[in-house]
């Protein structure tokens, strides 16, 4: 039987610390995932969901981007996956009489766990302005208000439209094209927050801002470095190519401040091996850096290998350099001249150390570095992930087996969400081919990404903020202004599977529109539609969801937008020319208008046919083509950063519990880190913990502080436990969203803009 939602929030005083785990999944996983399942759907349909998960014609799975092997196991079984396949596939509903219960203002005092738990959204709401509680509307007048409101801006730059990565091609396709039928390029999207850093650092230096391996490069790879990444949690699939890769062979180097479970040590529940055997050791050398200095670890091993090339030439591939790459000179110069102790202090290690990971990479012959949010989220991300480049083009480790450069990305679509046009600077060829498909006018001037959203609706510009998924208000920085700026605007807008707390900070309207997920059937124009995602690897297959929809008369979200889209164009000028309603209801044509509109979808329907996966185009790997600005692969010279820790104060990281989607809180445990119960602790170095004068388990307030124009700031997140902790000196972790609080708005990343989360000053204080 599945049990009733929670009518309380977390309560922290029930939390207790456990042992740290030394390994990653294994049965105790799937019986933990199976709680999950049963608790939110009871055990029948728990059964017939799991079994559907990546498997061919089925659903693709709602959690990760992780790309599928070609043979599929029967239920690829992931922890984390079936607790977000359950996490959608729940039997809960949030109907209008839990509305006319609970007032928003009741709401908004609960976390976003309490609000996730309590089900699925399955009516349209609306909140008119000066009401205290969300009343039911109709499909019809809700499109229509918001149209309305749409139609009636002054300017179409005083609207914002954020993008969460769970949207489909077609959705995003759709909402992107009504956002510049509109007239602006305002599309913030959570890879802001992500692998924004990523995207612009290989833009540049490679010429494609995605990676350039594939998920059989994993499995023959010789060297895999994985840094700034927790697989065991954030990727578990993962764990079965790594394994794979090790069977071959593989030498794996993990680095990272923490000794995560998932990078030691995995206990494969698919294979006797696993279960009986007690699994597959993986890090063979775990590499503990402190936070942000693996710009200076990478800025090593280069100095190292080219030492080595010194001494005797053959370390560096000079056919690849001299045939395929520009700026070698300037980059041999920087790292040449870059002083040992500084690397060292950056870094926390020693000389003798750095130069023994380099030494692994010197040996090994084809090398691919695989990362994640440990190293995109610092001020000096964009300069750190240039230098993972250049360390790669040493070796010629681009564009050719078991090599390359490995983003590996969160949300399941959210790569693919970018190929077709979320994007708040989109490349003059996808707005020339956009207006030749639908005849307008595409807007030019660059729109706002997620940092310089939340600035506008501050200052009171953005009248009105739309959401296709996600949960703006809890993922983004400095929670206090989002909430702020928020409630500046005239209207919010939420396309939705769930309630988060976006959808109770609200304008002075607010509408929900619930949506279909990945797993529920999408009957439309007679036919059970499927829609398109792309996984971290450029592979695009199709999903089609079974289950019967929360609600009857429910609509997806490609159906929502082209609603909303004929009602924003009627009888307009300059608006795109679409079939609207014919989209709505056969997205077989939306299909037809991205292979025309979007380089490599050539022939899409008929390359997606039986559960079939497709490649789309990647230059790099797949003929070492480089579309920079020098045309070839760029070396570049980047001068070393790393965070400085001021006198008696800690750098904290915000990461992800075991038991989290990003600000859906699936439970309450972090089982791999032996938190259970609760969320709100600090992990931290014992001999920090005594510095300070505290003890373990002593409760304090983190506060952060940033040095603004306006002088010091502090930010607060009140009462969180003192865990001890094997991290680095002076390098804490706390969870995400809780912490969000204590990122400045103003603290990101260069280039890329990435707020700087695995970054923030802070102190402890002691609860009065
Ligand atoms: N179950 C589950 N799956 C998810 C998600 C989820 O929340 N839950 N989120 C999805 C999304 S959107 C994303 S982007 C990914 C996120 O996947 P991850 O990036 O793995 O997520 P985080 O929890 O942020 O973990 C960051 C890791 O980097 C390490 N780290 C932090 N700072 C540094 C540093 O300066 N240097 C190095 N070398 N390491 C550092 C941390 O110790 C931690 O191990 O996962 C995706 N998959
Ligand atoms: N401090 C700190 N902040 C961070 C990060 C960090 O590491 N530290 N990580 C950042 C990263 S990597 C990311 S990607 C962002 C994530 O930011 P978001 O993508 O905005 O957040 P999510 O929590 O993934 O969004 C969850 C909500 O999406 C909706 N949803 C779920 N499924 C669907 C669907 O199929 N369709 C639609 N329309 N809606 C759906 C539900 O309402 C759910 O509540 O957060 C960023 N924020
Ligand atoms: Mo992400």
Not at 108 to 118: N, R, T, V, Y
Not at 197 to 203: D, W
Not at 728 to 745: G, H, I, M, Q
Request: with cysteine.
């Amino acid at each position: 039987m599945a049990k009733k939602a929670p009518t309380a929030d977390i309560d922290e005083s029930m939390l207790t610390v456990g042992e740290r785990k030394r390994e990653a999944v294994g049965v105790p996983a799937v019986l933990n995932s199976l709680k999950i399942a049963v608790d939110q759907m009871g055990v029948r349909r728990s059964a017939e969901t799991l079994l559907r998960v990546n498997q061919k014609d089925g659903f693709d799975c709602p959690g990760c981007a992780w790309p599928e092997t070609d043979k599929r196991h029967v239920a690829e079984f992931c922890e984390n996956g079936a607790k977000a396949v359950a996490e959608e596939a729940t039997i809960r509903r949030v109907e209008p009489e839990f509305f006319s219960r609970h007032s928003v203002a009741e709401l908004a005092e609960h976390d976003d766990w309490w609000l996730g738990q309590q089900g699925r959204l399955s009516d349209p709401m609306i909140l008119d302005e000066g009401a205290t509680h969300y009343r039911p509307i109709s499909w019809h007048d809700a499109l229509q208000t918001v149209a309305d409101e749409l139609r009636a801006l002054d300017d179409p730059n005083e609207a914002i439209f954020y993008t969460s990565g769970r949207a489909s091609n077609e959705s995003a396709f759709l909402y992107q094209l009504l956002v510049r039928g509109l007239g602006t390029n305002n599309m913030p999207d959570c890879s802001n927050m992500c692998h924004e850093s990523s995207g612009s650092a290989l833009g540049e230096t490679l010429g494609i801002g995605k990676g350039t391996v594939s998920i059989e490069d994993i499995h023959r790879a010789e060297l895999l470095i994985i840094a700034g990444q927790n697989p065991g949690t954030n990727h578990p699939r993962m764990l079965t190519a790594l394994e794979k890769a090790k069977q071959n062979g593989a030498t794996i180097i993990a680095v990272n401040p923490l000794p995560e479970a998932g990078l030691m040590h995995f206990n494969n529940p698919q294979t006797p091996r696993g279960v009986v055997f007690g699994g597959t050791k993986l890090a063979d050398d775990f590499v503990q850096i402190r936070l942000g200095g693996d710009q200076a670890l990478f800025q090593a091993i280069g100095k190292h290998l080219l030492e080595k090339e010194q001494e005797s030439p053959g370390v560096v591939d000079r056919s690849f350099v001299d045939a395929h790459t520009s700026g070698f000179d300037d980059y041999a110069t920087a790292v040449g001249s870059v002083p040992w102790a500084d690397l060292e202090e950056a870094t926390g290690l020693s000389e003798d150390r750095m130069r023994g990971v380099a030494e692994r990479v010197r040996a090994s012959g084809s090398t691919i570095v695989c990362w994640a949010m440990g190293l995109t989220q610092h001020k000096h991300s964009v300069a750190t992930l240039r230098d993972v480049v250049s360390v790669l083009l040493l070796q010629g480790n681009i564009g050719r087996e078991g090599a390359g450069v490995c983003p590996v990305r969160g949300h399941s679509n959210v790569q693919g969400d970018r190929t077709v046009g979320i994007y708040e600077k989109p490349p003059e060829s996808f707005l020339d081919a956009l207006n030749a498909e639908f005849a307008f006018a595409s807007p030019r001037e660059h729109g706002h990404d997620t940092v310089a959203a939340i600035r506008a609706m501050q200052a009171g510009e953005a009248k009105l903020f739309m959401a296709l998924g996600g949960n703006f208000l809890s993922a983004t920085p400095d929670t206090a202004a989002v909430e702020e700026g928020m409630r500046r605007t005239r209207m919010t807008v939420q396309i939705s599977t769930k309630l988060n707390r976006s959808h109770v900070v609200t304008g002075a309207r607010a509408v929900i529109l619930p949506v279909l997920g990945r797993t529920d059937r999408d009957t439309r124009g007679g036919g059970d539609q499927r829609v398109t995602v792309e996984d971290s690897m450029g592979a695009v297959h199709a999903s089609r969801g079974r289950l019967a929809p929360p609600k009857e008369g429910m609509l997806s979200e490609t159906a929502i937008i082209a609603r909303l889209a004929g009602l924003v164009f009627a009888g307009r000028e300059n608006a795109p020319r679409a079939d609207w309603n014919g989209l709505e209801n056969d997205y077989s044509r939306v299909r037809h208008h991205i292979s025309r509109v979007v380089p490599g979808f050539e022939d899409y329907e008929k390359r997606i046919e039986k559960g079939r996966t497709f490649y789309l185009p990647n230059g790099p790997r797949d003929a070492r083509e480089f579309r920079t600005a020098t045309g070839k692969a760029m070396f570049t010279a980047n001068a070393l950063e790393y965070p400085h820790i001021p006198e008696g104060r800690l750098l904290l990281q915000t990461l992800r519990s075991h038991d989290q989607f990003n600000t859906t809180i699936y439970g309450k445990d972090d089982r791999y880190r032996g938190i259970h119960n609760g969320r709100r602790v600090v992990l931290i170095n014992t001999e920090d913990i005594a510095e300070a004068g505290f003890s373990e388990g002593d409760i304090v307030d983190l506060v952060s502080e940033w040095d603004g124009p306006a002088g010091l700031e502090e930010r607060r997140a009140e009462e969180f436990r003192l865990v001890a902790y094997d991290t680095p000196r002076r390098n804490a972790a706390a969870y995400y969203p809780e912490t969000n609080v204590l990122v400045p708005l103003e603290s990101f990343a260069d280039v890329s803009g990435t707020p700087t989360s695995k970054a923030v000053v802070v102190r402890l204080e002691r609860r009065a």
